[in-house]
Every structure is written in structure tokens, then in C-alpha cells.
């Protein structure tokens, strides 16, 4: 009885120290704290076998043991008390080789070990336990944990930098916290040195871009392990009908055309696509790209829906996975506006005039935009124009101008009508909302000759007609001749001959008078 009991004894004495002894039992958790929904996946590196309280030794798993001695990742050896030492013999792990949070960052020491670990296991193809976005528990060991596939919650976001964990029964909960980076995209005009995301201008004006965004930092150490071609930075700007880019233009500071990126144009869409090899060496670096583009006869006048210029950033998030890119895009717009003008008697506007001449001057009162003379059948035409001018029967339209004041001035008026004496300034004035412009503008015309507001024309206040169709605003200023009064053509003959006439009579009074004036002198 007394053998049966110690026999049972030592069992369980037995059982109890294996128990005690052996880390496998032990399942601690590993818990990643990320809410963008990407999956990750640690894969174990090192065995950690308990030796006794609280000490471990450590070897290298299968997956990883042709990592070690390795002059292609980074040299590392692994010493028979478990630490990790660089080709130069600095220890970089060791003890517990917890991974060091506080140097959480490309710069220190074991996220250079972690980026050659991850390139790794990527070209031996090493897969893991995975872990998505929550806990898992794992058995003893020293994992490397990175993100193997990313979610669609955060479009900016580049796959975050791979972490180093170690997991012993004494440890029982681990949390990371994924550090990321953030791709970012902006687009804007530069106008009198400033950067806005919408201006107004004349057509045949340049409009000046800038693009400012910067590369992805993968935290790859040893990048040239990756596939070929497997990152990708990629900028595709699409220009709208009524704008032409200048192929001349295109200036990226800091890089070259040819060596570091080529660039493309055709059907309105400039494509700048960055070498494999450029977006590897310049990891964080910023990228400032700027062009220009000159607005055209065929852009959009007077609509919210202006002359848009949108850009495209496609960039690989995450090189552990095959293609996986993901889009930003931003967009600014140059809008113009424009009137237009018809001529008619002022006192019977259904009247076109034959033989009306006028010029329309820019907005220093100086320069003519546009010279229009009416046919003997009162239809206009254009003379001459340095601006998109076009006739619609009996209308006058001007298109592509910026805000501002327009002079129109008559140079010669139809047989029987009056000369304009003054001329009419038309004013543009850009329409805003909360200090944006929003693509349309409101038109007055003041001066003698323009038609007041009428009900039955529907002219409004500013004595301009608006009519809104095809999309777009139609403003026309409406100008009227005033008959003219004067003497009929054989009074203004006969008062020439009255004063012909009577000029010749004052000479022979004055012949006269000097001639007897020298015959009294003679006399005396």
C-alpha cells in the first residue's frame, strides 16, 4: 500500500514539474490594436523552450534558420543564450528580446532587424498565424509580426512597419500598436503666389499647377529583395476639353525626367510614372511636381461646372501584397465667363441696325478685345477679335473673359442715328459662397445707350437679359441707337453760300475803304 502511494506520488510530482517546466502549456496573447481592418500575421522566428523559472533558451525555428549567417539579410547571428547580434557583433535582442517600443521607427536598430526579417519571409514565402486586427493566442517564442493584407477603411494608408514580439508563459497578454504611414495628395493653382483650388481667367491665359504629395516608406531595409516592379507610384492628371497642356512645362524638384520618372501625354491626360528604383531610394521624400496649362476656345463659360483638372496618385500600400494599390485624387477648376451683345433701335427693339461700328475694350479701357461692324442688313460680323468671339444672328458673343469691367464703344453710328457719346462699361463680378468662387458671375452694363429693364424683355435690374440654357448662363447687354436730328442737306448748302458770300463782301468793304483812305492822303 505504502509503495502503490508513493508511487502515485511521484506521478504526480513528475506531472507537476512537467508541467511547471514545459512552455508549450503556456498560450499567451498577442492582440493588435487596429480598427482599419487589416490583417496580420506573426510568424515564429525563434522556439523559446523553458529551462526553468522564468529562463528560456532559443533556437531557430525551420522557417528562419538559413535567415541567420546570411550575408544577404543584414548578417545577423544568433549566440546559444538566445541573442541576436548584427554583422558587426552588436547585440540588437537579447534576455526576454522583448522588441524595444519606445524606438518604434526606421531608425533604430531592431526595426532594421524587423525590415530584414520581413523581406525575409516574404522571398521564402513564410506565412504564419494570423491575426485580424484582434488577439490571438500563441505559444512561447520570438515572433515577427507584420501586415499581410490590408483593409479599405483608410484610403491614405500605407501598410505599417513590421513588429518584433516575445512570448514566454511569463508574458501572458502582448499589445501592438500598428505604426502607419500616410500617403497624402494635393492639388492646387498658383495665383499671384498663392495656392487656391479655383481661379477665373481669360481664355488664351495660363493657368500654373502644383502637385504635392511624397512617397510611401515601406520600412524594407532590404528592398532589393522584393519582386521587381512591385511598388509603384504613379501620378495621372486628366485635363479637361478646354484646357491645353504645355508638354515643355512639367518640372519635379529634386528628380529627372528620364532617370528617376518618365512622363506621357495624350488624349488630354498627362501620366508621370516613377521608376521602381526611385521610389525605393527616396522613401518619405516629398514630391513637388508643377505644369501649366492654357485655357482654351472650347472651355466651359459661365458654368459651376467650370474647366475641372483632377489629379490621380495610385501607389502601392503594401508591398507583402502582389499589386495591391490604392487611389487618392484631388481636383481644381478655372472657370471664365463672357456676355453678349445685340444692337437695336432704341425706340423699337426688334430693329437691327445696318451700318453700326463698335470696338469692345479689355479691362484697362485700352486694348480692343473685339471690333463688330453690322452689313447693310444689320447682321454683325466680326472685324477683328483677340478673344473667342462668335455671331449667333443678330447676337454678339464674347467668351473666356475674367471678372472685370469691359468697355463698349460705338466708333460709328447707322445713317440717321446719334454717336454713341459715352461708352458702356459691362462689369463682370465673380459669384463666391463662403469665399469660394462658384463658377458663374453676376453681369451689369451702365452707361447711355443701354435698354433699362423692361418686363416683356426680361431684362433685370442690371439692364442685362439672362437666360439660362445648354447649362450655362447667357447674359446679353442690350444697346439701342437714338435717331439723330439735323439740318437737311440744302439749308446746310445755301447757309455755306450765305457765308461765302457775305465773306466776299466784307473783303471788297475793306478794298474799298483802303483804297480811298491812300486817294485822301494823296490829296492833301
Known amino acids: 500500500m505504502k509503495h502503490t502511494l508513493r508511487t502515485i506520488l511521484a506521478l504526480c510530482l513528475t506531472v507537476i514539474t512537467a508541467f511547471c517546466m514545459s512552455g508549450s502549456v503556456f ?31 532559443y533556437k531557430a525555428t525551420n522557417d528562419f534558420d538559413g535567415f541567420f549567417g546570411n550575408e544577404d539579410y543584414g548578417n545577423y547571428t544568433l549566440s546559444d543564450r538566445g541573442e541576436i547580434k548584427d554583422a558587426t557583433g552588436k547585440v540588437i535582442s537579447g534576455g526576454s528580446l522583448a522588441y524595444d517600443k519606445e524606438n518604434y521607427d526606421r531608425s533604430s536598430d531592431q526595426a532594421t532587424l524587423a525590415s530584414y526579417l520581413q523581406a525575409y519571409a516574404q522571398a521564402k514565402k513564410i506565412t504564419g498565424t494570423e491575426i485580424k486586427s484582434g488577439t490571438t493566442d500563441l505559444g512561447n517564442g520570438f515572433y515577427l509580426v507584420r501586415e499581410t493584407a490590408s483593409g479599405d477603411k483608410n484610403s491614405k494608408e500605407v501598410a505599417s512597419k513590421p513588429a518584433l514580439v516575445s512570448v514566454t508563459s511569463k508574458t501572458e497578454a502582448v499589445t501592438i500598436t500598428p505604426k502607419n504611414d500616410e500617403v497624402d495628395l494635393e492639388k492646387k493653382i498658383v495665383e499671384n503666389s498663392k495656392l487656391v483650388d479655383a481661379n477665373d481667367v481669360n481664355v488664351g491665359d495660363t493657368v500654373n499647377y502644383q502637385i504635392s504629395t511624397h512617397f510611401p516608406t515601406y520600412d524594407i531595409m532590404a528592398s532589393e529583395k522584393l519582386d521587381k516592379d512591385s511598388v509603384v507610384f504613379i501620378l495621372t492628371d486628366n485635363f479637361s476639353k478646354g484646357l491645353t497642356y504645355d508638354e515643355k512645362s512639367l518640372a519635379i524638384k529634386g528628380f529627372k525626367a528620364g532617370e528617376d520618372y518618365t512622363a506621357t501625354y495624350a488624349d488630354g491626360k498627362l501620366t508621370i510614372e516613377f521608376k521602381d528604383e526611385t521610389i525605393r531610394n527616396h522613401q518619405g521624400q516629398a514630391v513637388v511636381a508643377t ?28 508591398p507583402n501584397e502582389l499589386n495591391k494599390h490604392k487611389t487618392l485624387t484631388d481636383e481644381v477648376k478655372t472657370f471664365t465667363y463672357g456676355f453678349e451683345i445685340k444692337k437695336v433701335d432704341i425706340d423699337n427693339i426688334t430693329e437691327d441696325l ?38 449667333k444672328g443678330d447676337t454678339i458673343k464674347f467668351n473666356g473673359l475674367d471678372e472685370g469691367e469691359y468697355i463698349i464703344q460705338e466708333t460709328n453710328a447707322p ?17 463666391k459662397e463662403d469665399g469660394n468662387l462658384t463658377g458663374t458671375a453676376t ?38 441707337d437714338k435717331k439723330g436730328v439735323s439740318l437737311p442737306e440744302t439749308g446746310s448748302k445755301n447757309a455755306m453760300r450765305l457765308m461765302i458770300g457775305g465773306g466776299a463782301v466784307i473783303l471788297l468793304g475793306l478794298l474799298y475803304y483802303g483804297i480811298s483812305r491812300r486817294r485822301e492822303r494823296e490829296a492833301e
Open 443 to 480: 453681369i451689369t452694363a451702365d452707361g447711355n445707350g443701354v435698354i433699362d429693364k423692361s418686363k416683356d424683355q426680361g431684362i433685370n435690374d442690371n439692364n442685362v437679359k439672362i437666360e439660362n440654357k445648354d447649362g450655362a448662363i447667357h447674359a446679353i447687354v442690350t444697346i439701342g
Open 415 to 431: 445713317e440717321g442715328y446719334s454717336l454713341l457719346g459715352e461708352g458702356i462699361k459691362v462689369t463682370i463680378t465673380a459669384d
Open 291 to 318: 505644369y501649366t496649362a492654357v485655357l482654351n476656345k472650347d472651355a466651359v463659360v459661365n458654368s459651376t461646372d467650370g474647366n475641372p483638372n483632377d489629379v490621380t496618385l495610385e501607389y502601392t500600400n503594401n
Open 27 to 57: 498560450a499567451a496573447t498577442v492582440t493588435v490594436k487596429d480598427s482599419n481592418g487589416n490583417t496580420y500575421t506573426a510568424a515564429k522566428v525563434l522556439e523559446a523552450t523553458e529551462t526553468g523559472t522564468n529562463a528560456y533558451t
Open 354 to 391: 445696318a451700318g453700326a461700328e463698335f470696338v469692345v475694350y479689355d479691362k484697362d479701357g485700352k486694348t480692343p478685345i473685339a471690333h463688330i461692324k453690322y452689313d447693310k442688313d444689320g447682321k454683325p460680323e466680326v472685324v477683328d477679335s483677340t478673344k473667342e468671339t462668335t455671331v
